[in-house]
């Protein structure tokens, strides 16, 4: 039986991490979709392409040809690209900022969207990201959009790079989080909105745990 609970809202709102709680927690799958963007925008970064992300080459048979060729696999809330881990290569705030570029290309979205959509499919799972209740899995079983006030979700963004090892100061992460609002919210294709049939949860007072009980209380 397939069953979807996907997680939509902007970044540093806690939405991975409740994400993949609550998938221990109800004994579903979690699938992390913002990887496979990330690993797919690597793999083009890889190949050369990243004039293509910045629309100034309207590349798309080259961008087509490297996403045929490249196979994406998220384990145990691990991401790999070709068979190689690639978790803590995805995460830097350089490869946040050419993913929201690639994401916003039609050929980009087509492959990585199949790719997510084949991950989940015949699975019970918790998945999240940008477009996963509007777009990717339009009739999930339950959407959640979890959201949190802009000065909280910087400060969460600046620990998750720390907790990556990865040498950033705040500005880095507040520029981080902006950028990355304004690009996915405005974007032509598939930006970041609410979903009219999702449950909002606000984290900006909350714990992970208080956040947690409230979806869980809902489901």
């Not at 999240?128 to 959407?143: H, L, N, S």
């Not at 974007?187 to 007072?205: G, Q």
């Amino acid at each position: 039986m397939s069953r979807i609970i996907a997680i939509d809202g902007p970044s540093g709102a806690g939405k991975s991490t409740i994400a993949r709680e609550l998938a221990k927690r109800i004994g579903f799958e979690y699938i992390d979709t913002g990887a496979f963007y990330r690993a797919g925008s690597l793999k083009l970064m890889q190949a050369g392409l990243t004039q293509s992300a910045q629309g100034e080459e309207a590349n798309d048979a080259a961008i087509d040809s490297v996403l045929r060729d490249t196979r994406i696999e998220f384990t145990e809330g691990m991401v790999y690209l070709d068979g190689v881990a690639a978790s803590t290569a995805i995460r830097t705030p350089q490869m946040g900022e050419l993913t929201s570029r690639f994401s916003a290309r039609k050929v980009v979205r087509e492959h990585l969207i199949k790719m997510i959509r084949d991950c989940a499919r015949g699975k019970e799972v918790v998945t999240e990201g940008r477009d996963t209740t509007t777009v990717i899995f339009p009739k999930a079983w339950r959407k959640f959009y979890v959201t949190a006030s802009t000065e909280v979700r910087i400060r969460r963004r600046f620990k998750q790079l720390r907790d990556y090892h990865l040498d950033v100061d705040i500005r880095q992460a507040e520029m981080d989080v902006v950028k990355r609002d304004r690009r996915d919210s405005e974007r032509e294709l598939s930006p970041l909105a609410k979903a009219v049939d999702a449950l909002v949860i606000d984290t900006s007072d909350k714990s992970i745990e208080e956040s947690l009980e409230e979806i869980l209380g809902l489901l």
